[in-house]
C-alpha cells in the first residue's frame, strides 16, 4: 500500500486564509512523488513525442497509462508476458492508470451502460469489448500500475439531473464492486475511488460522502473539464476537495491549463494529469511565463531567442524560436520533440514552484505573481 | 580548404589483391572526418527523427544538407541573419550540402535545363526558381556546409547516348562556371566536382577527365542508384572510381544498401550518404547482422529481445523487439526515434568495423565475412 506524508496542509491553518495548499509525499513500490504533482499522459505506453531520459530531464515522478488503450493494444495477452507495463516500456518509476471510464465517454463507440458495467466498441476496429468495474481492476493488476482506478460512469455536460444521479449511483455500486474484489485479490497495486456528480454540488456532496465511505487509499474528482466554463469546474472542485479524506492524496483528473493548476493547488488538489502539454506541443503551442505562444507564427521566422529565456529546458538551452518554428511548418519529427520537451518541462517546472512555495509558506503570493505575469504577457 | 590525409590505399598495394579500399581523414574547419564514413541525411535541417544527442551516440561525424530543400524553406534569407546552417541547427560538427541536381532529377515540377542552369518550380507549392552553378555555389556559401557540391546534371536510367551525354556536358560546363565562381569568391567552403555518365563506361571515363581536369579538392560519382540494376551500378562505380585521384576524397552519392557500402569501399570509395536507414527505420525495416528485420511483424509480438543482440545502440541497449512492434503498430512517435537510431547506429558501426578491418589489413576478410553472416541469415 502507498504511504502519503502531509507536511503541510493550509486548509487547516487558520492563519492561511484563502490559500487552502497542500505539501506532501506518496510513497509506492516504484518509489516517492512529491506533491503536489503534475502527472505527463503516457497514453499508449509512450509519452507522444518524448523518451524516458527526456522525461527524467524535465523532472516527471510519475506517468499515467489509460488503460482503455492499452487494454485493446497492445493489449494484457502482450503485456502480461512481457513482464507488465514497467518492464514493457521500460519505466521503473512510478505509474497511474485510469480505468477507462473517461474514454468510454470521449472515444469509444456505442458505450452501453448497465449495472453490470460498459458494452463498447474499440475506437481502432470497431470489436466489441465488456469491461466491469472488476475486469477494470484486474486489467490494471495486470498492467501493474502503482495506482489504479476504480471504474467510473463519466458524464458531459450540459446533463440532466437524472441523468447525473443514474451515473453517480452506478459510480458508487461500481466502485464497492471494485474495491472488494481488489481487497480480494490482496493486491500491492493501489486502488483510488472516483467522485462523480456532474455540475450540481448536491451530487458532488453524496457521491463524495458514498465514495469516501469506501477506504480507498486515495480519491479522484472526475467529471471536470468535460465542456462546462471554468468557473463552474472551480466551483465544483472547490465544493468537492473539502469533503475529501485530509490523510489521503486528492486527485483532479484531466485538469488542465497551467491557470487551472494553480488555482486548484490553492483549493488543496494533490494530483492532475492532462494532455494539454504535450499536444499542444504537437500543435505548436508553447508555454511561457506570459502565456502561450504559437510557434507557426510569422513573427518567429528570424527570433534566436528561445521560447522562454528564463527556462532551463534542453530545448530552450539549445534551440531558436526561428529554428523550432522551421521543423514546425516542415513537419519534422524533431518539432514534435522540441515542443513536448518545453511544455512539459513547463509544467513540472511549474509544480515544482508550487512546492517551493507551499514550503516557503508563501504560496498565496507566488499564485498572486503567477497570474500578475500573465497578464503583463506581451 | 580541407586536408585530407590517406593512411592507407590497398588500391596501390599490389599484395592487396582485389581489395581497394581506403583509410583516410578529411579535416575541415567544423573538425575532421575519419574515411571510409557515411553521412547521415538532414534533409531539412534535421536527420528525421534523430536529435543532434542521437547522432553524437550513433557515431555521425559528418551529416549532409539537401540544398534544394533548404533553398525553398526556410530559405537563405532566414538561414544567413541566422547565422548560417551550423548555427540554426545547432550543429557543429562537419556539413556537407549538395547541389541540388538531384533534387531536379527527382522531386522538382517541370526542371527544365538550359546552357545558364535549370528553372524549376518548388514541390511545396509550385512557385518558380532558377539555380545557376554560380548559384548553386552561393546560395551553400550562404548555408556555410564545409564540402559544397557543383551543379550537376543528374539522369534516370535507363537513359540515351544522346541524353546521356548532354547532361555530362553540361555537368562539366557548369562544373567550370562553378568552380570558377567559387575561386574568385574566396571562400573557405569546399567545393567537390561531380563525375556524371550514365551507365556508358565510355561516357563516364569522358567524364571523370573533364572533371578531374578541375582542381576541386575532392570528387564525387553521381547519378548512380536512379534504378538501374546493383550489378550496372557496381560496374559503373568500379570502373570510374580508379579514374579520380588518389589523394583526394572520393563520394559516391546516394548510395546505399549495407551490402553495396563494404562492396564500394572495397572498390576504394571514402564517401556515401544515403536517406535508407533513417527512411527505412520509418517503415519498420531495421538493419541487422544478418539482414533486415521488419518490425510490425506479428512473430516480433512477444519476442523480449533487442533488435540486435550484438549492437550497442540505445534502442537495443534499452527496448524490446515487442515494444518496438507495438509502438510502430500504434504509430507513436517515439517508434520513429528508436528506430532511427538503431538504424544509422548499424550504418556507422558498420563503417567503423570497415576502417578497423583495413587499418588491420584484413578488409578482404572482413568482407567475406559479412556476406558470409548474411547468408546465414535466419
Given amino acids: 500500500m502507498l504511504k502519503f506524508e502531509l507536511f503541510k496542509d493550509n486548509g487547516k491553518d487558520p492563519a492561511a486564509g484563502q490559500d487552502r495548499s497542500r505539501l506532501g509525499k506518496i510513497t509506492t513500490d516504484h518509489g516517492s512523488i512529491e506533491t503536489p504533482i503534475f502527472m505527463p499522459v503516457g497514453t499508449v505506453g509512450s509519452v507522444k513525442g518524448v523518451s524516458r531520459e527526456d522525461l527524467d530531464q524535465c523532472g516527471a515522478q510519475i506517468i499515467l497509462g489509460n488503460t482503455y488503450h492499452l487494454y485493446l493494444r497492445p493489449g494484457c495477452e502482450v503485456i502480461e508476458p512481457m513482464g507488465g507495463l514497467h518492464k514493457f516500456i521500460s519505466w521503473d518509476k512510478p505509474m497511474l ?69 443514474e451515473a453517480l449511483n ?156 522551421h521543423l514546425y511548418k516542415a513537419k519534422e519529427l524533431l518539432s514534435y520533440r522540441l515542443n513536448t520537451i518545453h511544455n512539459l518541462h513547463y509544467y513540472l517546472d511549474l509544480m515544482a514552484k508550487m512546492r517551493h512555495a507551499i514550503k516557503e509558506s508563501r504560496f498565496a503570493e507566488f499564485k498572486k505573481e503567477f497570474f500578475a505575469e500573465r497578464e503583463s504577457r506581451a
Avoid at 452506478?170 to 455540475?199: D, H, P
Avoid at 494529469?273 to 504537437?282: E, H, Q
Wanted: charge should be neutral.
Fill in 97 to 165: 492508470t485510469d480505468s477507462g471510464g473517461f474514454q468510454f465517454f470521449s472515444l469509444a463507440k456505442l458505450a452501453k451502460f448497465t449495472d453490470e458495467g460498459v458494452n463498447f466498441q474499440s475506437h481502432i476496429d470497431g470489436s466489441r469489448h465488456f469491461f466491469s468495474p472488476e475486469k477494470a481492476v484486474e486489467i490494471q493488476m495486470t498492467l501493474g500500475s502503482d495506482i489504479m482506478m476504480s471504474l467510473d460512469w463519466c458524464m458531459g455536460h450540459p446533463a440532466t439531473e437524472k441523468q447525473t444521479v
Fill in 170 to 325: 452506478k459510480t458508487t455500486a461500481w466502485a464497492k464492486r471494485g474495491y472488494e474484489y481488489w481487497r480480494s485479490r490482496g493486491a500491492k497495486n493501489n486502488l483510488f475511488g472516483i467522485v462523480q456528480g456532474g455540475m450540481y454540488k448536491e451530487f458532488r456532496s453524496r457521491s463524495a460522502e458514498q465514495i469516501t465511505a469506501i477506504d480507498f487509499p486515495g480519491f479522484a474528482i472526475g467529471g471536470l473539464s468535460v465542456g462546462e466554463p471554468t468557473d463552474i469546474m472551480y466551483e465544483m472542485a472547490d465544493h468537492t476537495l473539502p469533503l475529501l479524506p485530509d490523510n489521503k492524496p486528492r486527485y483532479i483528473m484531466g485538469v488542465g491549463t497551467p491557470e487551472n493548476l494553480v488555482t486548484l493547488v490553492g483549493m488543496g488538489c494533490d494530483m492532475f494529469d492532462c494532455v494539454m502539454p504535450s499536444r499542444n506541443a504537437r500543435n505548436g503551442q508553447l508555454f511561457t511565463r506570459t502565456g502561450t505562444i504559437n510557434i507557426p507564427n510569422a513573427k518567429f521566422r528570424l527570433d534566436e531567442r528561445p521560447v522562454d529565456e528564463n527556462c532551463g529546458c534542453y530545448t530552450c538551452q539549445n534551440y531558436s524560436r526561428a529554428y523550432l518554428r
